[in-house]
Structure formats: structure tokens, C-alpha cells
């Protein structure tokens, strides 16, 4: 493990849930279905994805962002890279350290080198996850416990080295069903007390777990596919969603949450939405 040193106060993270203050996201110019890596490609992929839509609809997230006082940073994209708009797989911030992740697919990997590029321009200190596959869209973090996702994406191994090097939480590892790509596809916590659920794709006794802890809002599969648990909380009970999902936006509002809809449906072909495309670098509690 390789420790960039200098400390930075400027990045925070104990929920997923907390007022987002700070944000990295990178804009889809140069996206693609160049490799199929998860089942929505699949689906899309004779049909591919219009950059200039997504590009738009990108934008249109930025600046809702922005409009609720958001610090966005936009990480340079690369030709090389047609998965760069998932920012949060190639990091993740727990308390004041940026994780910096191990991608596991080879058309993903050398992603993460653009944001440690970022971070070393900006002084800002990291931990370099070198050892074992580990991508930021398997880490859930709510206050002291660290929900791990398990599929070929993140391994034990990587969980195991996370509980070493912070003994202050509970990481509780989550095995899924393999196909969902990531734990934020099928879980997803949104304020101290409510998560999103997409039951089938998780073991029971997971599922009883989150329920003894959470009021859970199951998701259908219809709109588990448009991947409606991967909505990203900015904090104060505003989560940002996708106007398609219904369903899960209603179960949202009646629960007191201010839903506002962003319409990035041309990005999620690739497999991702809101939460995919956003790190958090600073949520304030």
C-alpha cells in the first residue's frame, strides 16, 4: 500500500447521506460500449450511446449540482477511457482519506491514474489500494459501518485490508448477485433511517439485515434496471433521481425526501447513474 502524504481537511465522508459540499465527475465525451462489462450494455448495445445527448444531460447534472452550492470538479477526460463519466468507481472518501481504487476490468484500468494525478496537483493526500480489486461503487458508508459489495468487481481480500486500515468501523461484506455489477446498483442508503433495495439480487440474510437496521424502499426490476436504488443523496433529505422511476420517487416523497429529477437516461445505457457518476470528496454533518 502506497501512502501519498500531506493531509488536506477539504475531504470528509462518514455517510452517503450528509450536505455534499464537494464532488468529482468527469463529462462522457469520449463515451462508448467498446467492451461489454455488464448486462445494461448488453441490452444497449446495437442502439449505443448519442454523445451529444449525453453530454447535455451531463451537463444539465452539473449544474443542479451547482445550484445547490456544490462544488464540482470535472476530471480531464481521455480517449482511452469510455467509462470515465463512473467517477466513483476509481475512488471513495471514508472520514478525511481518499481510498484510490483498483479497477477490475482491464478497459477501465489507468482511469484511477487520472484522479491521483488530480489529487497530487491539488496536494491532496491518498491511499493507493494496490493490493486487491476494489471499486468505489461496492463501498456504502453510513457513520461507523462500511458495507462492502462482493462480485468480481471486489474481492474478500480487499473488504479484509479495509477493517485493517480502519478499525474505527465495521466493514459488513455484501455478496450479490454477480450481474448487477455494483453493491449501489441493487443497495443504496439515503438518510440515517431509509435505503433502497432491490431484494433479488441480494442473500436473505443481508436482506434482513438492512431491514432490522433501515425502512427499506424495494425497488421493481423494471426500474431496478434503470437503476433506480443508484440515485445520490446531496444531503437534508434530497436525493437527486431519475424522472423514469416513478415509482421509487414517489416511495421517496411520501417518505419526506425532495426529490429532484435530472434526466440522464442516455449515460445509464453504459450501466450507471447518479451515484456512478459522482465521488464525493467533502459532505459536512
Known sequence: MKEHTETNLKTFCKSEYDTLKRVIL???QYMNIREIINETQRHFKNEGIHIERALKQHEELVKTLKKYN???ILLPYHKKYPEQVFTRDIGFTLGQTIFVAKMANNLR???????KQWLEDEEISYFNLVEEKIEGGDVIIDRD???VGLSDRT???AADQL???LNQFNVITVPFKEKFLHLDCVFNVVSPDVALIYPKALTEKDIDLFASRYDLIEVSEEEQFQLGTNVLSIGNKRVISLPVNE?????????G????EVDITEIIKSGGSFRCCTLPLLREE
Do not use: A, D, M, W
Open 70 to 72: 456544490i462544488e464540482v
Open 163 to 165: 477493517q485493517r486500515l
Open 109 to 115: 484500468q489507468g482511469e484511477e491514474n487520472v484522479l
Open 145 to 147: 459501518t462500511i458495507y
Open 155 to 157: 474481492n474478500q481480500k
Open 26 to 28: 468527469c463529462q462522457p
Open 247 to 255: 415509482k421509487v420517487n414517489k416511495q421517496l416523497s411520501n417518505k
Open 257 to 260: 425526501f425532495e426529490v429532484i
